[in-house]
């Protein structure tokens, strides 16, 4: 199977990596940003992200797997 993660877990790593809290859009999506790019998180009922979602902000955000793997420590 492949990397999950709930939307809290890539919400604190994403803050570790420099993001901060921009706004929130509605009640479903939280907008972040670094200054360079903005990044929003859905929040939906505490589903978790599949590694699909994932690869996606990492690319957006211009942070490779292997940081994130060693963040999560696995």
Do not use: W
Not at 20 to 45: D, E, K, L, M, W
Not at 52 to 69: D, G, M, Q, T
């Amino acid at each position: 199977m492949g990397l999950t993660m709930k939307p809290r877990e890539m919400i604190s790593f994403i803050e570790h990596k420099g993001f901060s809290f921009v706004r929130a859009q509605g009640s479903s999506h939280h907008i972040y940003s670094n200054g360079v790019c903005t990044i929003p998180i859905p929040i939906h009922g505490g589903k978790d992200f599949d590694e699909k979602f994932i690869r996606i902000v990492l690319k957006e955000a211009n942070i490779s797997k292997k940081e994130l793997l060693s963040y999560l420590g696995r």
